[in-house]
């Protein structure tokens, strides 16, 4: 359940109205649910199979490690900060 606290409201909301759109069609497609031209019609059972997944997926992944605007992580910073200050040291000692 802690990955689903981690996961940004509207991307929540994206992924659970697929995860519901998907259940209903794989419903439709396999015959649970009738009156529709989609009911028995083996695609959109495969279909809706597919977009439940990755609504289900989309609700709970992990966030990424980068910044939402592409911006570095601490990590790579600090590689990058390391090797510039070996720069500077190998140039001072010229």
Sequence with gaps: M?????????????GLV?????????MLG???IGGSVMSGQTVWAIV????????LWIVTRRPSTRGSQGEESDD????EGADEEGKDTEASRD
């Design 48 to 55: 809706g199979a597919m977009i439940a997944i990755v609504g």
């Design 76 to 79: 790579e910073a600090d590689e």
């Design 2 to 14: 802690g990955a689903v606290k981690d996961v940004n409201p509207l991307q929540r909301a994206i």
């Design 18 to 26: 697929l995860l519901m759109i998907g259940a209903v069609w794989f």
């Design 30 to 32: 396999s015959g649970m």
